[in-house]
Structures are given as structure tokens and as C-alpha cells.
């Protein structure tokens, strides 16, 4: 993909460094959408060195600041996090930074999705596995662009069946609920708008390159966000890109990206990725070095 300038970083790679010196350089609200899955409090100590659970949200908070700076106030911010579990319960750091981006920052806090993917296997004390994550949506104030019916699915002919029957009347039981009535009737429509609640299976597996990765999500994820939140040739951002998952769904979709990744090994595994994926879509192949 062409390298267009985004200030003094060039758009469509990603660089090795570190993400809040690196988005400082990013000119004001010239960022459209930003989904990121940043490391999770004392976990991945190995690859990221970790962050106590107690000083996560003074670690982020000035993160998202110059995301928030950066974010055009047409764009929206994506947040894939869930808190661990420590001595049999959940840890509660998320939710105080949660509410410290919309309290101290002044973010609009928009949504709270639900990614539902396959169940951790296993059995734990006192829980059942773990199948779902959050994911959660900021803007910066109404108006943000929104194009549902990107992400919109062919409407099932036994709910078009159900929508259309005959209308019942009022209900008996005081529910206040009735059938459909005339003029609702649904001949026209062909697509079902989707919900917050996300099903997108996680199929990383040994065999693919970015199982080297100790915590990726499927590109389908950013992918539906992408399309539901922007519009092509916007410019999509990552601080923490890891194996280059939210690039690649980016470079798919006809948007531009930029992203920072700390770890080597994870931009080799992002460029390696962006080449396969996006020459075989048939756009433009760069062999050229992201690691700055």
C-alpha cells in the first residue's frame, strides 16, 4: 500500500517504538478509528514487562489522552480489555478506567460490546470458562460516523415470515405487547441490522504465524468495527499492535493504518502478514521494512 505522510510518520506501517512518544507526533484529530487491545494488567510480563493492576489506569490515562487528541471528532475509540482473575475473583482495574476515560478525560462513553468466542478449556473453582470479552466504545462526542448496514446480514425468510404475519391485536395478559400491524410489515427489507453482542470465533491456532503471538484476537473482530465506524480511506490506529492483526484488517477494508509494537519478532510476523494477505487481495505489495 502507498506510504502516505501523516505528519512526520508515514501511513501503512508500523513502527518499533514506543506508542505514547510515537502518537505525540501524530497531528491533531487526524485519527478515524482506533481499535487496540493493549497488554492487561501483570500479564505478558515476559513480553511487555507487565503493569501492576494498581497502577494501570495511571499508566493508560496518558495514553488515551493523545488518542483522544489525535481522534477526529468524527472518529471512535475501541477498547478490547477484560480483567483477570486473582484469589478467585475478578480484579477490578478495567472498570476504574472505564469510568476514568469518561470522568477524567472526558471521553463519551458510548458502548459496551460483547465478543462471544470459544470457550477456554478447562475447569476452574468456582467459574465456568472463559467465553466472551468486552469490548468498548468511546467518541468524542455525537456524531461519529456510523454505517450500519455495512455490517448487516441477509434477513432470515422465517423472520421475514414472522415479521410480515398477520397482525394479532392487543395482548390479554397486560404485557402491552401486540403483533405486527399494517404498515410495518417488512416486504421491502432484505438486511438485518446487527447487536452488540459480536460472535466471531478466535481460529488462531500453531499453524499460523501470528500464534506467536501470546494474546490475538481474530481479524474479523477489528474488521467489523472497521466497517461499521469508518469509511474507506480513513486512517485506522493501533498503539499496541502486537502481530499486526488490526493492519491487516485495515489494509483489507481500503483504509490506511498506523500502528507501534515495542517487540521485533511481532513486526516481522505483522509485515509477513500484511504481505501474504494483502498482495493475495491483490493490492499494492511493499517489501520495505516497517521497523523504524
Given at each position: 500500500?502507498?506510504?502516505?505522510?501523516?505528519?512526520?510518520?508515514?501511513?501503512?506501517?508500523?513502527?518499533?517504538?514506543?506508542?505514547?512518544?510515537?502518537?505525540?507526533?501524530?497531528?491533531?484529530?487526524?485519527?478515524?478509528?482506533?481499535?487496540?487491545?493493549?497488554?492487561?494488567?501483570?500479564?505478558?510480563?515476559?513480553?511487555?514487562?507487565?503493569?501492576?493492576?494498581?497502577?494501570?489506569?495511571?499508566?493508560?490515562?496518558?495514553?488515551?489522552?493523545?488518542?483522544?487528541?489525535?481522534?477526529?471528532?468524527?472518529?471512535?475509540?475501541f477498547?478490547?480489555?477484560?480483567?483477570?482473575?486473582?484469589?478467585g475473583?475478578?480484579?477490578?482495574?478495567v472498570?476504574?478506567?472505564?469510568?476514568?476515560?469518561?470522568?477524567?478525560?472526558?471521553?463519551?462513553?458510548?458502548?459496551?460490546?460483547?465478543?462471544?468466542?470459544?470457550?477456554?478449556?478447562?475447569?476452574?473453582?468456582?467459574?465456568?470458562?472463559?467465553?466472551?470479552?468486552?469490548?468498548?466504545?468511546?467518541?468524542?462526542?455525537k456524531?461519529?460516523?456510523?454505517?450500519?448496514?455495512?455490517?448487516?446480514?441477509?434477513?432470515?425468510?422465517?423472520?421475514?415470515?414472522?415479521?410480515?404475519?398477520?397482525?394479532?391485536?392487543?395482548?390479554?395478559?397486560?404485557?402491552?405487547?401486540?403483533?405486527?400491524?399494517?404498515?410495518?410489515?417488512?416486504?421491502?427489507?432484505?438486511?438485518?441490522?446487527?447487536?452488540?453482542h459480536?460472535?466471531?470465533?478466535q481460529?488462531?491456532?500453531?499453524y499460523?504465524?501470528?500464534?506467536?503471538?501470546?494474546?490475538?484476537?481474530?481479524?474479523?473482530?477489528?474488521?467489523?468495527?472497521?466497517?461499521?465506524?469508518?469509511?474507506?480511506n480513513?486512517?485506522?490506529?493501533?498503539?499496541?499492535?502486537?502481530?499486526?492483526?488490526?493492519?491487516?484488517?485495515?489494509?483489507?477494508?481500503?483504509?490506511?493504518?498506523?500502528g507501534?509494537?515495542?517487540?521485533?519478532?511481532?513486526?516481522?510476523?505483522?509485515?509477513?502478514?500484511?504481505?501474504?494477505?494483502?498482495?493475495?487481495?491483490?493490492?499494492?505489495?511493499?517489501?520495505?521494512?516497517?521497523?523504524?
Amino acid at each position: 500500500m502507498e506510504k502516505k505522510l501523516l505528519g512526520e510518520l508515514k501511513l501503512n506501517r508500523i513502527y518499533q517504538r514506543d506508542c505514547i512518544e510515537s502518537i505525540r507526533m501524530i497531528p491533531d484529530e487526524s485519527i478515524d478509528l482506533i481499535f487496540t487491545s493493549p497488554p492487561y494488567a501483570d500479564r505478558r510480563k515476559n513480553t511487555y514487562g507487565g503493569v501492576h493492576e494498581s497502577e494501570y489506569v495511571n499508566w493508560f490515562l496518558p495514553i488515551a489522552k493523545e488518542m483522544k487528541r489525535v481522534l477526529k471528532p468524527t472518529g471512535s475509540f475501541f477498547l478490547n480489555i477484560k480483567p483477570h482473575c486473582h484469589n478467585g475473583e475478578r480484579v477490578l482495574y478495567v472498570f476504574d478506567l472505564v469510568l476514568s476515560l469518561k470522568r477524567e478525560l472526558g471521553f463519551m462513553y458510548v458502548d459496551e460490546f460483547v465478543w462471544t468466542k470459544n470457550g477456554v478449556p478447562g475447569k476452574f473453582t468456582g467459574r465456568f470458562k472463559n467465553a466472551f470479552e468486552p469490548v468498548y466504545h468511546f467518541a468524542k462526542q455525537k456524531g461519529f460516523t456510523h454505517n450500519p448496514y455495512a455490517v448487516a446480514t441477509p434477513i432470515k425468510e422465517a423472520s421475514l415470515a414472522r415479521a410480515n404475519r398477520k397482525a394479532c391485536g392487543e395482548t390479554t395478559n397486560g404485557s402491552g405487547f401486540a403483533g405486527m400491524r399494517e404498515g410495518s410489515k417488512l416486504k421491502d427489507v432484505t438486511l438485518a441490522l446487527p447487536s452488540n453482542h459480536v460472535h466471531i470465533v478466535q481460529k488462531t491456532n500453531q499453524y499460523t504465524p501470528e500464534a506467536k503471538h501470546p494474546a490475538v484476537f481474530p481479524v474479523e473482530l477489528p474488521e467489523f468495527f472497521i466497517k461499521a465506524y469508518s469509511n474507506e480511506n480513513d486512517v485506522v490506529l493501533d498503539p499496541f499492535m502486537g502481530s499486526g492483526t488490526t493492519a491487516v484488517s485495515a489494509a483489507k477494508l481500503n483504509r490506511n493504518f498506523i500502528g507501534f509494537e515495542l517487540n521485533p519478532e511481532y513486526i516481522e510476523i505483522a509485515n509477513k502478514r500484511l504481505d501474504s494477505v494483502v498482495f493475495g487481495e491483490g493490492l499494492t505489495k511493499s517489501n520495505e521494512s516497517e521497523a523504524e
